[in-house]
Nanobody
Framework: QVQLVESGGGLVQPGGSLRLSCAAS????????IGWFRQAPGKEREGVSC????????YYADSVKGRFTISRDNAKKSVYLQMNTLKPEDTAVYYC???????????????WGQGTQVTVSS
């Protein structure tokens, strides 16, 4: 059974940093692209970043480019999202997902985690 478990969310002040983790189990994670999505209250879910199965290619939404970094460790079956210089508009539930297109953009995913809340506020 495919499982994706996010962790690392929390409350942080503007300008601060957080590192999200996604632990995968139940499938061969090294064969799949992994993405991070987020959904803020009253807004549609949006793709934030994704990384290909090999880890050689990444994509970032314009809103996070230069501030967020995605990485993966296939040996640990984990994917990470380092978020720096956080802004109040980054406040959302962040979801890890797999089985998605990831290239010059990112498509919707077929398998999802439960999400972790990130709140950026002073």
């Amino acid at each position: 059974q495919v499982q994706l478990v996010e962790s690392g969310g929390g409350l942080v002040q503007p300008g601060g940093s957080l590192r999200l983790s996604c632990a995968a189990s139940g499938f061969s994670m090294d064969l799949y692209n992994i993405g991070w999505f987020r959904q803020a209250p009253g807004k549609e879910r949006e793709g934030v970043s994704c990384i290909t199965s090999s880890g050689l290619s990444t994509y970032y939404a314009d809103s996070v480019k230069g501030r967020f970094t995605i990485s993966r460790d296939n040996a640990k079956k984990s994917v990470y999202l380092q978020m720096n210089t956080l802004k109040p508009e980054d406040t959302a539930v962040y979801y890890c997902a797999t089985d998605l297109w990831c290239a010059s953009g990112m498509g919707s995913a077929r398998k999802w985690g439960q999400g972790t809340q990130v709140t950026v506020s002073s």
